[in-house]
């Protein structure tokens, strides 16, 4: 399906909702350890989403080549990416394989920043336009060890806090699947103020049996979840480690 024909999934400018999804692509490489990354961009075609944060879009050693070809997904999905400073190497498509594709938004600003921790990890922070609101997007892929995941969690909501009275949503593969007071999340979930509906999770790991919600969409209380829910389907279940996940955002008119 081209852009163009995918036209009624664009996001009408007079409404006050859109689709948001994230997806850790695991480099294009599915359940078979083949990377075929023209399947990752069928089942982002298939989230249907107009935000949508990817983790693990580069190789992860030498140039950190990008795996995606963004024009096909451009051409399929009518998604395209959030600019990142050159200086960040041209062969990567993402910061630290992060990448934050958008359709119908009007970008003000990307600023990628680095996140504290025993491992290399990152962040992009972008504020956008939607429909003519604002709305200020984060998106990361925060480390494995839970001491990092904490002091990660307190810098995203630094950047939260310097949003004022901006909605501001975080994606991403997070890395965690407590809910209680051990959640490494604690410090976003404070700042976010999330509601009940915007703290809501879905197992998204691993792809062909999931129980643990790594992946994670918190909103806070001026832009509001809806239907949050894995996006689990056959093709999705074969083409990384992770299922997609995807919800409704409501953003204040």
Same mark, same amino acid.
């Given at each position: 399906m081209t852009a163009q024909a995918?036209?009624?999934q664009r996001l009408d400018t007079g409404d006050?909702?859109?689709?948001?999804?994230?997806?850790?692509?695991?480099?294009?490489?599915?359940?078979?350890?083949?990377r075929d990354t023209r399947r990752t961009i069928e089942v982002i075609r298939e989230i249907g989403a107009d935000l949508v944060a990817l983790q693990?879009?580069?190789?992860?050693?030498?140039?950190?080549? *990008?795996?995606?070809? =963004?024009?096909?997904?451009? &051409?399929?999905?009518?998604?395209? %990416?959030?600019? #990142? /400073?050159?200086?960040?190497g041209a062969a990567?498509?993402?910061?630290? *394989?992060?990448?934050? =594709?958008?359709?119908?938004? &009007?970008?003000?600003?990307?600023? %990628?920043?680095? #996140? /504290?921790g025993l491992e290399p990890r990152g962040a992009i922070v972008c504020d956008l336009r939607v429909a003519g609101r604002p709305l200020r997007v984060i998106a990361a892929h925060l480390g494995l060890l839970h001491q990092s995941r904490l002091i990660q969690a307190r810098r995203l909501a630094q950047e939260i806090e310097a949003a004022e009275d901006r909605p501001t949503l975080v994606m991403g593969d997070l890395n965690e699947w407590r809910l209680g007071a051990r959640c490494?999340?604690?410090?976003?979930?404070?700042?976010?103020?999330a509601v009940k509906r915007s703290a809501a999770?879905?197992?998204?790991?691993?792809?062909?049996?999931?129980?643990?919600?790594?992946?994670r969409i918190i909103g806070c209380h001026r832009a509001e979840l809806l239907d949050l829910a894995?996006?689990?389907?056959?093709?999705?279940?074969?083409a990384s480690d992770h299922l997609p996940i995807?919800?409704?955002?409501r953003l204040p008119g």
């Open positions: 995918s036209e009624s006050s909702e859109l689709i948001v999804g994230s997806y850790n692509v695991h480099k294009g490489v599915g359940a078979d350890m083949r693990e879009v580069d190789r992860r050693f030498g140039e950190r080549k *990008g795996v995606i070809d =963004l024009a096909q997904l451009k &051409e399929t999905t009518g998604l395209e %990416p959030a600019p #990142l /400073p050159a200086r960040l990567a498509h993402g910061w630290h *394989g992060n990448l934050l =594709l958008f359709r119908g938004a &009007e970008i003000e600003d990307v600023r %990628p920043i680095t #996140l /504290p490494s999340l604690m410090p976003l979930r404070k700042q976010l103020r999770t879905a197992a998204s790991f691993p792809a062909r049996l999931p129980v643990l919600p790594l992946d894995t996006h689990d389907t056959p093709l999705a279940r074969q995807k919800a409704r955002l």
